[in-house]
Structures are given as C-alpha cells and as structure tokens.
C-alpha cells in the first residue's frame, strides 16, 4: 500500500517535469516557426522557392552532429523532417494570405 | 496522395519529388525509414496528374487517395439522390423496375408489352427507337415514329418512359417524348454528348461502357453533373471478359461498390448484361439482393419474333414470376418493390 503511494508520487513527479519539458518545447517550436516565417518572407523578396533542399539538409545535419542521445541520429531526423514539414506549411499559408490579401 | 520511394533512393531523388510537390501545392509530411522513404502529400490540386510523380527517378509507387471525381462522390453529398420522374422516385426505398421491348417495332408489339409490364408492376416502360446496332446491316430502330407509340403506350398504361439517345441532335425529338433519357454503354465515354445533357434537367439512365472501369463510369456521370444536371442513374450492363458463355459478364459487385462510392441511384440491367433469358431472372434477383434500386429487363411478347435481342428477352409470364419472386426477396433487405396492391393478378384484369 504505502509502497503503491510512492510509486504514484514519484510518477506524478516525473510526469510534472515532462509538462514542464512540453512548455518549453512549444514555447521553442513557436519561436523557431515565427523565425522560419521570417525567412520564407525575406527568400519571397528575394524572389527564392519555399523549398530549399539544400538548406533543409544542412538543418537536418546541423541536428544530428550535436545530437548527444538518448534518441539516435535517425529519430532525431525524422522528428525535425515534421518539423520542417510544418514550417513548410506555415510559409505556404503566410504566403497565399500575403498574395490574396486580407481575410474578410 | 502518398509516394513510396524505392529502397536506397538518393537524398537528390526524394528532395525533386518534394520540390514536385509543393509546386503543385501539396502539403508534404516526408517520413524517413531505415530502408525507403515514404512522401505523404495533403492538400494540393485535386487534378493534379500523378503520372507526373511516377515518372520521377527513384519512385517506386504513387497512391491516390482521393477520387477524381467530386459531385458523383459520396463524400460531397453522404446522404442518397432520389431522381424523381413523376410520381416515380428512384433511389428511394422501392426498387423501380423499367420494363418492355429492346426496341419498339409496331404499335401491337409495343401494346402488348406495355399492358404486361403494368400488371406485373413495373413503373416505367422502356424501348429503343433508336439503336445502336453492333452491325448497320441490324435494324436501326423506327425512329420518332417508334418513340409515338411507345409515348401513346405509356399513357395508355400510366408508366413513365425511358429511351436511348445516341446523338445530341436527337435531344429535341426524345426529349418530346421520353420521360427518361438512357446513354448506352456506347456512348458512356461520349464526352461532348455528356456535356449537352448536363445542361438539359432531363433524367439520365447512365450505362456502364462495356469495358469501362467503376472510375471511368462515375467520371462520365460527372460530366453530367458539372454541367448542373443532377437527375443522373446509374446502370450496370455487364462488362466484356474472357467468359464467352454469356454476352457480358454482369458485375453484381458494382452494385455495393457503386454505393460506397456515389450517392448516385444504381441499376442493372440483366437483359443486357447476360444476354440469354433463362439467365435474366437468376441475376434480376441477385441484383435487387445486393441492394440495386431498380432494374432494366427487356420483355417481348412474342420475343423469338423480335427484330432485336429476342434471345434475351423474357416472356411476360416469365416477368410476372420474376416479380412475384423480387417482391419476396426486396423486403429482405428492408426494400419494398411496387407499392400498389397488385392483388388484382389473379381476379382476372
């Protein structure tokens, strides 16, 4: 029974520290997406496509060297290819919302 | 859509189908796996060709999600199109049977048929005036004189009618007449002919062509559709196969696929699509099991004398007991079959 209690406890604890983890994460993720909208603008002046394979590679490299694990070089690929996935996106929609003006 | 990239595709391979793709304005969620890499794209131009993926280096396979057609699809309307022709609703819960001669050949012969098909049940009668003959040396049809008789047979019995239309210049003339306008299976790729019906608000009966894929079919109602006319039926005739035994092989299997797909009423036509008459009940009771909303069965009164496809057509004391047995088989299915107390078989009209 008290044995039960502690593991719930130190449960509860770690599971406190992931929610804080996650805050942080997304408060990251934001800042990085709103930092990505600042260049897919400046590449639109530039007169530049949205994708940019080479650029995305040199990311996709950048993460893997500094990468200490626990997850491994392929897992942390595949979660910043979704990442880039995404600001991909937002580029695309800033990008139509810019060309077809103003939503009403 | 989804690419499959071949196993070991370079990095340069998967980035120029990315590039690919967000041109074409697809969302791209790449996912890397140890072997091969998978390119899921969402969004994107609904025309977009994927042919223009698959042709790219280190493609192995592009799948389509999403169907080319829209207004026929299930997805744009859930719920099921009633064509209302009159009184007569098809794609309700009544099975409509369309009855009577492959084509019409005198006013007795079309007579005849009429008043069988009525008191077997029957809502519409059906009959060629214009046929589209495998052979020109086959008897054509009698043309609009054929389409008055069948009109005045119609009314005679208080039945709609359906009939071919082979080519739009006839539109005017069966338009006169018809309540109902069929597309053979000729004509089911005869897009320039589509487009014209889609702007007439006239009922279409659309045939599958005789090799045309369940796509291919619902593409041709589209082009129905998206001319605005929204009165499109469905009809499976059977497909050519390898089988030589029967004329077609009738593909009961359309029926539910039909459903799933499109919203669209679906028939068949068992005459057609077996081509020998001891074969058409067997399948006109299979059809309304799988749940068809009506049937198109080709009855001649005196049909080893008919000038075409007598070998297919039923006696009407065949069609009567046809009737009597779908009346059985459609509530099974929760479907009824002729509403009207037929109860007068039997007291001698």
């Not at chain 1, 639109?44 to 950048?62: C, F, I, N, T, W």
């Not at chain 2, 009429?114 to 043309?143: D, E, H, I, T, W």
């Not at chain 2, 479907?335 to 001698?348: D, H, K, M, N």
Request: proline residues 4%; neutral net charge; contains cysteine.
């Amino acid at each position: 029974m008290a044995q039960e209690r502690s593991v719930k406890r130190r449960l509860d604890e770690l599971r406190r520290e992931i929610d804080a983890i996650d805050e942080q994460l997304v408060r990251l993720l934001s800042e990085r997406a709103a930092c990505a909208l600042r260049i897919g603008h400046e590449k639109k002046l530039a007169g530049m496509d949205v994708y940019q394979p080479s650029r995305e590679a040199e990311v996709l490299g950048h993460v893997q060297r500094i990468n200490a694990g626990p997850l491994d070089d392929a897992a942390m690929k595949r979660l910043f290819e979704r990442i880039i996935d995404e600001a991909r996106r937002l580029e695309r929609i800033a990008d139509e919302a810019r060309e077809n003006g103003p939503i009403e | 859509m989804v690419v499959v990239m071949q196993e070991r595709a370079t990095d340069e391979q998967v980035q120029r189908v990315i590039s690919q793709l967000v041109e074409m304005g697809f969302d791209v969620h790449r996912s890397t796996g140890a072997l091969r890499t998978v390119i899921g794209a969402v969004g994107g131009n609904r025309a977009a060709d994927p042919r223009l993926l698959e042709v790219l280096d280190g493609v192995q396979e592009v799948l389509r999600i999403t169907e080319p057609y829209k207004l026929a699809s299930r997805t744009f309307k859930p719920e099921n199109s009633v064509v209302t022709v009159g009184d007569v609703r098809i794609g309700g819960d009544e099975v409509i049977v369309m009855a009577g001669p492959c084509s019409a050949e005198n006013e007795d012969q079309v007579e005849a048929a009429a008043s069988a098909v009525k008191r077997a049940g029957a809502k519409v009668l059906r009959g060629g005036a214009f046929k589209p003959r495998s052979s020109p040396y086959s008897f054509q049809g009698l043309g609009e004189e054929g389409l008055r008789l069948l009109r005045s047979a119609s009314d005679r019995h208080s039945l709609k009618l359906v009939s071919e239309i082979m080519d739009i210049s006839q539109l005017d003339v069966i338009t006169k007449y018809s309540d109902i306008l069929q597309v053979g299976a000729r004509n089911m790729q005869n897009f320039t002919l589509l487009r014209e019906l889609g702007r007439s608000r006239m009922p279409i009966l659309l045939k599958r062509g005789i090799s045309a894929t369940i796509e291919e079919w619902l593409l041709s109602a589209e082009y129905i559709l998206a001319g605005g006319n929204m009165n499109v039926m469905l009809c499976e005739r059977g497909i050519r196969t390898f089988e030589s035994y029967t004329r077609n092989t009738l593909d009961i299997s359309a029926i539910p696929v039909v459903r799933k797909l499109s919203h669209l009423p679906i028939l068949v036509d068992p005459s057609h699509g077996t081509g020998l008459r001891d074969k058409v009940a067997p399948m006109a009771r299979a059809a309304v099991a799988a749940g068809a909303d009506g049937l198109l069965i080709e009855v001649h009164h005196d049909p080893d004398h008919a000038l075409s496809d007598g070998a297919q057509s039923l006696f009407p004391s065949q069609f009567d007991r046809l009737m009597a047995e779908l009346r059985i088989i459609a509530p099974a299915i929760g479907r009824s079959i002729c509403l009207e107390p037929v109860a007068r078989r039997g007291w001698g009209v």
